[in-house]
């Protein structure tokens, strides 16, 4: 299974930017999908998570009302809508997939990893 995650770059405070994962494989739908952040200095943390059907989604508290994660299982996505992007949201964002029956924000649990792509945001 190989995750390639796009549509980083840099945007102004207030502005939104729109991340996507594509996942290969054939058993995509099954995975429970995940975004996770490193921000410089820091340790990597949970942003967002969604089950196999996407009627389930989790965020963290720092992101719940301004982020919405997506997924479509006929394009082996997933897309992290990000809006009302602060500076604290700098980071490298990383998709991840889940070979488990649930929704879950340790990243222990995630089975495969993409590289990450860089958003930045300015004040």
């Known amino acids: 299974v190989q995750l390639q995650a796009s549509g980083g770059g840099l945007v102004q405070a207030g502005g939104s930017l729109r991340l996507s994962c594509a996942v290969s494989?054939?058993?995509?739908?099954?995975?429970?999908m995940g975004w996770f952040r490193q921000a410089p200095g820091k340790e990597r943390e949970f942003v967002a998570a969604?089950?196999?059907?996407?009627?389930?989604?989790d965020y963290a508290d720092s992101v719940k009302g301004r982020f919405t994660m997506s997924r479509d299982n006929a394009k082996n996505t997933v897309a992290l809508q990000m809006n009302s992007l602060k500076p604290e949201d700098t980071a490298v964002y990383y998709c991840?997939?889940?070979?488990?029956?649930?929704?879950?924000?340790?990243?222990?649990?995630?089975?495969?990893w993409g590289q990450g792509t860089q958003v930045t945001v300015s004040s």
């Open positions: 969604i089950s196999w059907s996407g009627a389930l989604t």
């Open positions: 991840a997939a889940d070979r488990s029956d649930w929704v879950r924000r340790v990243q222990s649990a995630y089975d495969y």
């Open positions: 494989g054939r058993t995509f739908s099954r995975y429970i």
